[in-house]
């Protein structure tokens, strides 16, 4: 959007440099969609909760050979709690469950594609040209 030269298709339509090097904009809309918390599928509340490490609430007999042999807590990537709310405190221990997770992935990929096939052809008809779109492989 703030490139120099701009496009005239603003970030749905690739830079092209006397260099021979071509810049293409990442969607807004897809970036929210997939990395926002507030108002993606991230935030969904039946994904793993991301900040809340078992590391530090679980008994230390549980805990002992995941964290240092001096008995001190670091984070160790286990997490077993979903998102309760976006305000959520972390002591809440309602547990993530991996069929309800998968499920709403399945849900919100059929949702992301749908969406992106309109605004493709929603775009192709105001720009009057054909699109081109891809997806980064994660």
């Known amino acids: 959007m703030f490139a120099c030269p701009r496009s005239c298709y603003r970030n749905y339509a690739p830079i092209f440099r006397e260099t021979g090097v071509v810049a293409f904009a990442r969607d807004h809309e897809s970036s929210q969609q997939v990395w926002s918390f507030k108002v993606g599928y991230p935030g969904d509340f039946e994904y793993r909760e991301f900040y809340k490490y078992l590391s530090y609430k679980a008994e230390y007999k549980y805990i002992k050979l995941y964290i240092m042999s001096n008995g001190q807590r670091k984070n160790t990537g286990i997490k077993y709690h979903k998102i309760i709310s976006h305000q959520a405190e972390l002591s809440d221990n309602t547990l993530y ?8 992935v399945t849900e919100h990929a059929e949702h ?8 493709i052809r929603n775009l192709a008809a105001i720009m009057q040209r054909p699109l081109l779109s891809f997806l980064p492989i994660l």
């Open 112 to 119: 992301f594609i749908y969406n992106k096939e309109q605004q």
């Open 97 to 104: 469950d991996t069929y309800w997770a998968g499920e709403r």
